[in-house]
């Protein structure tokens, strides 16, 4: 069945890059997603990648695509301590109208 | 705009008890969904709607039921509260089923289910 899997806890200090991975198993992924959630606080869309694409840039977030081993990357450059969050990664599932499946979300501390 | 609304806020029910989730969106949206979060779990889709008069089921749908009978509302129902429901539980629209288009979502309802 289709599972997207994440590392719970990230911690980085301000000013280095921060990489928070996350790995899928449907390989018919149309588009995958990076949210992230504030606390006390809903999803809020950071960026997203079509599955025939192998990086997008945006500004500090670059997103890193591995269609073969099914692995996707956000890297934050410069990592500020208002980037301390939890950050979701799903995907959408072609032909299936309205479903997207969520990892667990990784909680990215971000150090002073 | 007000984009996605969600009421109440919190709320804490006895088991047995019945109550509606309210959201609402303005931005004529077809798609709504509802998730619910739990800690370690991520978001886990209930029901979602295309359009109005049309719903179905996502991942977790049991113990809930949906309705659409206008866009801009789709309210989610529990007809008798567990402990098991106790979390936290998002709606969420989008113009067009997940793709590129942006899915917003509303602030989250924390339930408590005693």
Known sequence: ?112 | NAGVTQTPKFQVLKTGQSMTLQCAQDMNHEYMSWYRQDPGMGLRLIHYSVGAGITDQGEVPNGYNVSRSTTEDFPLRLLSAAPSQTSVYFCASQPTRPGADTQYFGPGTRLTVL
């Open chain 1, 1 to 112: 069945g289709e599972d997207v899997e994440q590392s719970l806890f990230l911690s980085v200090r301000e000013g280095d890059s921060s990489v928070i991975n996350c790995t899928y198993t449907d390989s018919s992924s149309t588009y995958l997603y990076w949210y992230k959630q504030e606390p006390g606080a809903g999803l809020q869309l950071l960026t997203y990648i079509f599955s025939n694409m192998d990086m997008k840039q945006d500004q500090r977030l670059t997103v890193l695509l591995n269609k073969k081993d099914k692995h996707l990357s956000l890297r934050i450059a410069d990592t500020q301590t208002g980037d301390s969050a939890i950050y979701f990664c799903a995907e959408s599932i072609t032909g299936n109208t309205g479903k997207l499946i969520f990892g667990q979300g990784t909680t990215l501390q971000v150090k002073p």
